[in-house]
C-alpha cells in the first residue's frame, strides 16, 4: 500500500469511523483523473489526483443530481465530502469492453444496445432551460467550429515530426471534410455524458443488463453526436448503428460521430508530444484501443441473431 492509499484510508476512517473497512481496493476501476477506493462493494470513493480535476468530481456530483429524475437506468448516489473527494454507492457491474459485448449472444446485445439508445434519448432530451436553471455549464468537448479548427492546426504542428507520410495523409483524410464543410460543426447543444466510454457503463453478467452509467464528470452541454462517437471508438459502428435503431438521428449526427472517434486518439498522441517536449509524464498512460477483431474463440456466426 502506497503513501497515497494510506492517507485515503485515514480520510475514510475519520470521516466514517462506523464503516467496515475489511475489504478496500484501490484503483479497480479507472481512474484518469482521481484515484478510486471501492469499500467491501459498498461505497466508492473518488480523491481527485490533481487541484485542477477535482472540478470533474464536483460536476459529477451536480450532473447526477440534477439528471435523475430523467434518466431510467440506476444512477450512482455522489456526494462532494471534501472539495477534492467524493463518495458514491457502489453498483455491481464491470465495464463494458467490445471483447465483452461481442462474446454475447445477438439477442443480449441488442438488449444492451437498446439500454444504451433509451439512456441517450433520455439524457439528449433533458430540456434545456431547466439544466440551464440547475447551473449545468458546458462539457469540456463542446467546441466551436473555430475552436476545433484551432484545435486540429496546433495537433498537426505537435504530432507531424512524429509521423510517417502515410499517417499524414491518414489524419488529413480525416480532417479534411470537417475543414471543408463549414456547417460540419453545426449542431444543437444538449446535455451529454461527454465520456461515454467502456469503462463507464457497467454491466451485470449475472442479469445480461446494462446495470448504470457512471463518469459524469466531464458531462454538461455538447454535441450529441460526441458520445456517439466515444461508443463507435470503443464499441464499433456496426454496435452503434443497432443502438441508433432505437435512437433515430439524423445522419449529420454519424458523420460527427465517425470524426471524434478518429480525431481522438490524436489528440492522445498530441498529449503524449507535449509530454515529450516537456519530459514530464506524470500523466501518461497506455491507452487500450479496441478494434474491429472479434475475440479469439468467437465464430462469425455466434454473432448472428438467434432464430426463434
Not at 471524434?260 to 490524436?266: H, K, R, V
Not at 498512460?285 to 465464430?299: E, H, L, V, Y
Request: glycine share 4%.
Amino acid at each position: 500500500m502506497n503513501s497515497n492509499e494510506l492517507k485515503y484510508m485515514e480520510l475514510i476512517k475519520r470521516k466514517y469511523p462506523q464503516l467496515d473497512m475489511s475489504k478496500i481496493e484501490f484503483n479497480k476501476t479507472d481512474g484518469s483523473y482521481s484515484d478510486i477506493a471501492v469499500v467491501n462493494n459498498e461505497v466508492v470513493f473518488k480523491f481527485a489526483k490533481y487541484d485542477w480535476s477535482a472540478a470533474y468530481l464536483r460536476n459529477e456530483a451536480d450532473v447526477i443530481r440534477f439528471i435523475q429524475d430523467f434518466i431510467d437506468l440506476p444512477l450512482p448516489d455522489v456526494e462532494l465530502i471534501e472539495q477534492n473527494v467524493s463518495k458514491r454507492s457502489f453498483i455491481k457491474g464491470s465495464p463494458l469492453y467490445r471483447n465483452t459485448l461481442l462474446k454475447l449472444d445477438y439477442n443480449t446485445q441488442d438488449a444492451v444496445a437498446r439500454q444504451i439508445a433509451t439512456f441517450l434519448q433520455q439524457l439528449h432530451t433533458i430540456p434545456v432551460k431547466k439544466a440551464q436553471y440547475a447551473r449545468i455549464g458546458d462539457s469540456q468537448m463542446n467546441r466551436t467550429r473555430e475552436e476545433w479548427l484551432s484545435e486540429l492546426e496546433t495537433m498537426q504542428r505537435k504530432i507531424h515530426p512524429y509521423c510517417t507520410n502515410y499517417v499524414k495523409e491518414y489524419l488529413q483524410q480525416i480532417i479534411q471534410p470537417a475543414v471543408d464543410n463549414e456547417e460540419f460543426f453545426e449542431f444543437q447543444a444538449v446535455l451529454i455524458h461527454g465520456d461515454l466510454t467502456p469503462n463507464h457503463i457497467l454491466f451485470d453478467k449475472a442479469s445480461r443488463k446494462v446495470s448504470s452509467i457512471i463518469g459524469f464528470g466531464n458531462a454538461g452541454f455538447g454535441d450529441p453526436a460526441y458520445d456517439l462517437g466515444m461508443l463507435i471508438d470503443h464499441l464499433g459502428e456496426n454496435f452503434v448503428k443497432r443502438v441508433l435503431r432505437y435512437y433515430p438521428t439524423p445522419h449529420s449526427y454519424l458523420d460527427r460521430a465517425r470524426f471524434y472517434a478518429y480525431i481522438s486518439s490524436f489528440m492522445w498522441y498530441r498529449d503524449v508530444c507535449d509530454m515529450i517536449s516537456t519530459r514530464d509524464f506524470s500523466r501518461f498512460q497506455i491507452p487500450a484501443k479496441d478494434r474491429d477483431i472479434f475475440p479469439m474463440g468467437i465464430s462469425s456466426a455466434e454473432a448472428k441473431p438467434s432464430k426463434k
